[in-house]
């Protein structure tokens, strides 16, 4: 087998899967923000026909966002099936092959939550559903990266190693990324509208009266149309952390880009990732800001999931490419094999 | 004959007042200025629900009269301990009750029941609504689809709790609280802030009286064989 040959389709194939996979996220992200998780009641089936043949009848209000939601998991699901035997008949690489099936075995569980939540009636398995759609996302974009000729030069072409520290630093801020998503994915499968609904200010305060008191003229004070459980101190508190942690986020993000650019240079394509990342930051910071401020308007708490999905495999993409380009690996590439299985060099 | 029959109705009516459990009546006051309820816009943006209001539905979280009448507090009874009248359910002999579906709104948005009795959900609208209720207190929780002119749901809930969730989530601003006892001894304030529990056995009790956003009040009461006047005033601070 030839390593360094790149499978072209394929590697197109797997980036249409990422971009339907990234299509899919934000389907999933309006079913939540519509409070439409539970309109179709049964599952597999759809009010009891089988879901490709629902009359169009019923595909209004929230019925719309899950509906479409579950024919788009079902396209997905297919891509991925699709991609993964490719995966086994044409990519020599047997960590790739294993890479594939678990991306299948991923959708296929990620499947079954999305239907359990529905069926069990369960908001806890909303947030599962919510970070395994995360963590797919980053595995289907990893098997594009692997498939690409981008991966292949960075062991080919004689780059800087990135140093260790560096690479701790990146992953460090992609995990708080993640803490930060789970975070998220809990505040909005509470179904309660917003805990705190000012910004930058919580409640007129730098940090909000959370006595049982208060607590009950915030809900005194508060009317939502559409989530309309009381919120709860846990609730307040946990928007707060969410907030912090978003500063630290931006604090570690800039200090990543800096160091980056430092280390290996402006050109080199890490620190134009982590400028990116750095961008991409600030936009999702504005977003969630733009929920508050629209009372958690659909369309917006949507685009704050999405950029919150970029952030977080904009962060672990960058920690696969830095761990090809690191230095145990550069003297292993001799032996014909690096230790993730990069592109052999031609000599 | 005749005699005999007039003798034998005054007979029963004497009867009837002299063994006549007292009632617990009262008003409701509201006061301090509660936020301003908001227009359920997304209602008037369905294609299907909107042609069915002439004007904007709002939420329906504070119905307050000119005068502070404060309808939709739900007004029951407890032991002079403060704690549950249990086992006393008349459920499975009252009339069901009956939640219906109308204007893509639930009508009405609180209701009380009875353990055990039958609640009738009715779809009045020509568009499909699924009935999704979410439990507290360990009622079994429904999830099912209702299509136009379709047959009633019926339910019956074996635990006593307070404003149990009815959602429709096709429509995610439809939303009804149904409060469940295991008596008959409760009500609901009407638009004029007026309830009435009716025939309550002589005893000690507590009133307590529920309001969905404002929480709950408390009196002690005696109630011996006259009627009693419970007042309760909520305020908005
Ligand atoms: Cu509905």
């Known amino acids: ?347 | 004959m005749k005699v005999f029959s007039f003798a034998f109705v005054v007979g029963v009516l004497a009867a009837t007042s002299l063994t006549h459990a007292a009632d617990i009546i009262g008003t409701i006051t509201l006061t301090g200025t509660p936020p301003a309820a908001i227009p359920i816009t997304p209602l008037m943006n369905d294609p299907i629900c909107g042609p069915l209001h002439k004007e904007t539905p709002t939420t329906h979280f504070y119905v307050v009269g000119k005068n502070g009448e404060f309808a939709d507090v739900v007004v029951s009874l407890k032991d002079a301990g403060g704690n549950e009248i249990t086992g006393k359910s008349t459920g499975a002999s009252a009339a069901p009750a009956v939640l219906d579906q109308k204007g893509c709104l639930y009508a009405p948005q609180i209701l009380a029941i009875q353990t055990g009795q039958k609640l009738i959900v009715r779809n009045s609208d020509p568009c499909v609504h699924n009935v999704h209720t979410t439990s507290n207190a360990g009622n079994t929780e429904h999830n099912d689809v209702q299509m136009p002119n379709g047959p009633d749901l019926n339910y019956a809930f074996d635990k006593p709790e307070m404003f149990m969730k009815f959602q429709c989530d096709i429509h995610p601003w439809m939303f009804a609280w149904v409060s469940i006892f295991d008596n008959p001894y409760y009500a609901i304030s009407g638009t004029d802030g007026k309830f009435v529990i009716k025939d309550v056995p002589p005893g000690k009790y507590t009133v307590v009286a529920d309001h969905r956003k404002l929480g709950e009040k408390t009196q002690a009461v005696e109630v011996g064989d006259k009627d009693v006047t419970v007042n309760f005033t909520f305020e908005v601070k």
């Open chain 1, 1 to 347: 087998m030839n390593d360094t040959k790149v499978i072209r389709p394929l590697h197109w194939f797997a980036v249409l899967t990422a971009c339907a996979t990234f299509f899919l996220l934000g389907m999933g992200g309006l079913v939540t923000s519509h409070g439409a998780g539970m309109s179709v009641p049964d599952w597999p089936t759809s009010f009891g026909y089988n879901m490709f043949f629902l009359p169009i009848k019923f595909w209004r209000g929230g019925v719309f966002y899950e509906h479409t939601h579950r024919l788009m998991a079902s396209v997905v699901g297919c891509l991925t099936i699709i991609l993964s035997v490719w995966i086994w008949i044409q990519d020599s690489r047997r960590w790739m092959k294993w890479l594939g099936t678990s991306a299948v075995l991923l959708i296929v569980a990620q499947g079954v939550v999305g239907g359990l939540r529905v069926l069990l009636s369960e908001d806890q398995l909303g947030i599962v559903h919510g970070v395994l759609a995360q963590l797919f996302f980053i595995l289907i974009c990893a098997l594009a990266l692997f498939t690409g000729r981008f991966w292949q030069r960075i062991s080919n072409a004689g780059k800087i190693s990135v140093p260790g520290s560096l690479r701790a630093l990146v992953l460090t801020t992609t995990v708080l990324i993640f803490v930060q998503l789970v975070l998220g994915a809990t505040m909005r499968h509470q179904h309660a509208g917003l805990s705190i609904n000012t910004f930058p200010s919580a409640y007129g305060k730098l940090w909000p009266d959370t006595s049982p008191q208060a607590i009950q003229y915030y809900n005194e004070h508060r009317l939502e149309i559409m989530n309309v459980n009381p919120i709860t101190a846990f609730q307040v508190i946990l928007q707060m952390v969410h907030r912090i942690v978003a500063l630290v986020i931006l604090v570690f993000v800039s200090l990543c880009a800096w160091q980056t650019r430092r280390q290996l240079g402006a050109k080199d394509a890490l620190a134009k990732f982590a400028a990116f990342w750095l961008a991409l930051v600030v936009v999702q910071i504005f977003l969630g800001a733009a929920t508050i401020w629209t009372n958690k308007a659909a369309d917006v708490a949507t685009a704050h999931v999405l950029v919150g999905a970029l952030l977080l495999v904009t962060g672990a993409l960058w920690c696969m490419i830095a761990s090809a380009r690191s230095a145990p690996l550069r003297a292993a590439e001799h032996e014909g094999f690096g230790a993730l299985g990069t592109f052999v060099p031609n000599k």
